[in-house]
DNA sequence: TGTGATGTTGAATG
DNA sequence: GCATTCAACATCAC
């Protein structure tokens, strides 16, 4: 489930869980979601390795070893983390394991496998290959602004495009655009500065207010888009219901005369 | 049973 | 070349 939020959690849980704790044993039972290794070059990296400390930009978590190499971690749309000791608490997707030397283990789920792990050797090289742009919390409002000018695409594919901006996904995208009552279909660059100041500062305290609650869905505010993303939805101002189309690629639910859709020409 | 899902990418298109 | 769109990936749940 992991967006910005989600995987700011998960990066919660794996410093509080997976520090500083000696690798004793890798088991790999798929090696699909390991990108640029494959199951046995995994084990004889990893094994006797501690990690020492992680950061998250976006959707990624980089997880830095006592040989300041790195473990990426991504989630894809099913990834999650699993620390547990006994072989009951194993879950039924784990892709792979590490045993550490206190007993415990950590366990990465997946059951979709669109998850991917890279093994990085250089860190500023991976990410300056990678066109991952800064973090949707880090991104000050006038690189944002700046970002947006003459843009013909949709906002939504905008606010999605991780080389732009890093960890908004599909559902939080949405709220934004909710929030803000801007169609998400609205060509990016045809959006008034005012607006897009709102959008702005209205996609960080979204993204704040998720992690402050561990992007625990159940426990959002009620008005968020777990309570409107859904068929027959009335519109807030009680025009019509909420539709949906796809858009930036992606199912996007949205108001047609609620939310206004700004285009140039 | 068929369909779509909180993501990314490389190929195709304009 | 650039910006944008789309199918593909694999499995589960409704």
């Keep these: 489930m992991p967006e910005l939020p989600e995987v700011e959690t998960f990066k919660k849980y794996f410093d509080g869980t997976s520090l500083n704790q000696k690798i004793e ?3 790999v039972n798929d090696d699909k979601i390991i990108r640029n290794l494959n199951g046995d070059e995994f084990v004889n990296k990893l094994t006797g390795r501690t990690f020492l400390d992680s950061f998250r930009r976006g959707k990624y978590l980089f997880a830095r070893m006592d040989n300041d190499e790195y473990l990426l ?8 983390l699993n620390y547990y000791e006994l072989e009951e608490d194993r879950t039924k997707h784990e892709r792979f394991v590490f045993y550490f030397n206190n007993h415990q ?5 997946c059951p979709r496998k669109f998850a991917r ?9 991976y990410i300056a290959k990678s066109g991952l742009g800064k973090d949707a919390l880090v991104i000050t409002e006038a690189e944002f602004l700046a970002a947006t000018k003459a843009k013909k695409g949709s906002i939504k594919g905008f606010l999605l495009n991780q ?3 890093a960890g908004v996904g599909n559902l939080y995208a949405d709220e934004v655009c909710y ?3 801007i169609h998400p279909g609205s060509q990016t660059g045809a959006i008034p500065t005012k607006k897009l100041k709102e959008a702005f500062a ?3 305290d979204i993204l704040n207010t998720a ?7 159940k426990e959002y505010p009620d008005n968020w888009f777990f309570e409107w993303r859904k068929e027959g939805t009335p519109a807030p101002n009680g025009k019509g219901v909420v539709t949906w189309d796809k858009i930036g690629g992606r199912t996007t639910y949205f108001f047609p005369n609620y939310q206004r859709l700004y285009s140039f020409k």
């Design 25 to 27: 044993r890798v088991v």
């Design 73 to 80: 971690l991504h989630f894809g749309m099913t990834g999650d």
């Design 105 to 109: 283990r950590l366990g990465f789920d």
């Design 117 to 125: 792990i890279n093994y990085i050797e250089n860190i500023k090289e």
């Design 163 to 165: 080389k732009i901006l």
């Design 179 to 181: 929030k803000t009552r």
């Design 202 to 204: 209205t996609m960080q």
């Design 211 to 217: 992690i402050k609650r561990s992007a625990y869905y």
